[in-house]
């Protein structure tokens, strides 16, 4: 009963937390009507006095949500206000760095002072940063930067999203922070001299930092399930606070002294890896859940859960909307109640020590699956196995890695530790490349609440048929459900593997791929194929050239070396015949062009005047021009590629090229109008010149964008451009993968999803 009403009070306080931060106008009246109910309660309630208490235990929190809403809401309100602006803010960093897919680094922060450029006015408010890397850039340090806001939706815990042009360190980390980070950046300059894979991976599996962690890694553990590994969750802390419990029964310790002694350990590892509040929630849940089972007393788990998460909700409303705070709740109370009943079923047909490593995961991705659907496009189906085989390895990287972190004042013995570590991240890092690389490892949903709902009935299914209560039912029920599951997997697998050429048209020479926030063009003209650009991340490559039956790319273009366009580059690594380039700027740029050519493709710097045949069609190279430093480079120094004829459309591609550059083409009358398609520069961003398009007068405007992207991609200004113009848009993110066809010199377009009306 104690368990139930902790966990009403949590329930009712999560939702009310989700109601008022999503419509904060309502809180302080909210607010004052919670506390006039519970008075009324107190003095006109019924004779159930225990669940009239309960009431009003509810409303107070509720009050207490409410206020706390209101009160912080003018700050929020005021930074809000500075959306679509240059705005200066000086801020003070609240968590450590991750680096993003467009390479800069993000971290949550606190705003000083905010303001127009030189004129900057006290104000206090979460902000999310990105800004370019930079020494310096630690917990508890003030930083004054100089960017472009944008508002985030209602419900989101920052404020406002700042994306810094300049950056500059104002008062540096100190004190703890500092020792932290100072022994972090010596963990991570350590761990980076020992071999791939694993140097990367160690860093993220000690100490959270994956800043080290590659793209390529990053994206595997993903798609592995394995991605809760290289960020401090509850299952790092867990492994602290069972290493210290072990260590110090070991010792001989009572079980007084090992509860102290993990909680300090657990205190100090927080602090090591840096006081956010994603590391604090993850440190309680682990706390709560290691302490529960560890004292002998797992029954008591459910109560302190929903105490626990009672407690942040009230320091922390905007937690509620946090994914990750749901997963770790999620796991936690998979840990707490799921686990052991899947021991149980799972010990009748294996080893109890091989099904104790399966149902820890097991439970996990049962009750966190639904979840994931929620806010994820995809799903790994290759998780339990994943984390079965990286489950031995983990603790060891853990433990060994924090040793090596904190040996560095002995560089010998820290060498040793961090060797030692090594052997453990590099058997993670194979295990998440070789599992990402298996067919169907992950399935593509359409994420949110349907997605959510079949994963919840798909988790559940999987539950009972291996736990097999008594109710006959309920298994006939999950059988059901399972056996509708497999066919519609296996008809998918075969849809999107063998018969995926059936899905789309024969007949095309154009088709923008959907691969999310990037670009991936294809062209073909009499069984020739031209890429123009491979998207942020192979697989969603692999999935389009699948679909369209395309197994040689005759023509690469790889405009610049940025993610969104370079990323997929290892999905067609041994099938590009030549491939034309933008000016490489980074070591890493250089890495895809060699592995381009040790592939067999044929390099070839894309400059004005760069031109060939693709089957009947032609295509010449209208930007930049041979070694210019004007633009260095990036997104200025875009290969600009025109491409007409042989059943082709007569196309411009523009990479992502801003006003500027596109100016300079212009006035150098390279652009001549009567297109039939052009493919709008960077993503639809606002930075574009308007002329430019009213020159090429194309009929159909293609936008190579991902759905909910944080940089508010196409934005309404470029689409005015394109509507004033007579254009047709098409945007992947809505309409899915584009394919267009000359057909008696008109244009034919299929769409994936949801065409335009009247097309």
Known sequence: MRDFRATLLAGALWAAALLLISFPG????????????????????????RSRGLGVVVLLCCAALGFGVAVAQPQREALADWDGRAVEVVVEIASSASTGKDGRLWMDATTVRVGSPGSATPLVAPVRIGIDPMEGAELGATLRLVGEAKKTDAGERAAAVVFARRAEVVVPASGVFALAAQARADFVSRAGRLPEPGAGLLPGLAVGDTRAVSEPLAQAMRDSGLSHLTAVSGANCAIVVGAVFWLVGLCGGGRTLRVVLALAALAAFVVLVTPEPSVIRAGVMAALAMLTVLLGRPSAGLAM???????????????????GFALSVAATGALLLLARPLLRALGRWMPHPLALAVSVPLAAQVVCGPIVALFAEQQSLVGVAANLLAAPAAPVATVIGLLACLAAPLPELADLFAAAAWLPAAWIASTAHVSAGLPAATVRVEAGPVAALGAALLSGAVAVALIRPRNRWLCLVAAGVLVVAVGLGGGRMLLTGPLAPLTSPGEWSVAACDVGQGDAVLVRSAGRVA???????????????????????????????DLDHAGGVPAVLGMVGTAVHGPPGEADDHGILRGLESGGAELVAGAVGTRGMLGGARWSVLWPVADSTAFPPGNDASVVIEIAGGGVPRTLFLGDLSAAPQRLLLYAGRVRGGYDVVKVAHHGSRDQEAELYRTADAAVALISVGAGNDYGHPRSEILSVLDATGARVFRTDQQGRVLLSERDGRLAVWTERAPPPGE
Do not use: K, Y
Not at 307 to 315: D, F, N, T
């Open 531 to 561: 890429l123009i650009d491979t998207g942020p991340e192979p697989e969603a490559l692999r999935r389009c050239l699948s679909a369209l039956a395309v197994s040689r790319i005759d023509l690469l273009v790889l405009t610049h070396f």
């Open 26 to 49: 309502l809180a302080l009246m909210a607010a004052v009507v919670c506390v006039l109910t519970a008075a009324g309660c107190c003095v006109f309630g019924g004779p159930h006095r």
């Open 305 to 323: 859960l929903s105490v626990a998460v009672s407690g942040i909700l009230l320091a922390d409303p905007w937690l509620a909307s946090s994914p």
